[in-house]
């Protein structure tokens, strides 16, 4: 049985930062893609980055520049620094991976940035 499994999330000011990291578990295939979604209260789900086993990564418009996503193959872990955050960015933060054919989620973290 696939896991996922977050941390990182938290409160922060405005302009600070944090990392979230997510390992996955349980799967003897290595994911395809692995990535990071957010949703605000009252809001859809929405891309923020995601990662590619090759390596190739795509970003949200609204995080580029801001926002970096990596990860350890090895580990099967992924990777979230996030940096001058701002409030806007506010959700909770959950992480996706592709194994096979499938989607996989996390339970999500919390990511909260004070004004």
């Known amino acids: 049985q696939v896991q996922l499994v977050e941390s990182g999330g938290g409160l922060v000011q405005a302009g600070g930062s944090l990392r979230l990291s997510c390992a996955a578990s349980?799967?003897?295939?290595?994911?395809?893609?692995m990535g990071w979604y957010r949703q605000a209260p009252g809001k859809q789900r929405d891309l923020v980055a995601s990662?590619?086993?090759?390596?190739?990564?795509n970003y949200a418009n609204s995080v580029k520049g801001r926002f970096t996503i990596s990860a350890d193959s090895a580990k099967n872990t992924v990777y979230l620094q996030m940096n001058s955050l701002k409030p806007e960015d506010t959700a909770v933060y959950y992480c996706?991976?592709?194994?096979?054919?499938?989607?996989?989620w996390g339970q999500g973290t919390q990511v909260t940035v004070s004004s």
């Open positions: 349980g799967s003897i295939f290595t994911p395809r893609a």
């Open positions: 990662i590619l086993r090759g390596g190739s990564t």
């Open positions: 996706k991976a592709v194994i096979s054919t499938t989607d996989y």
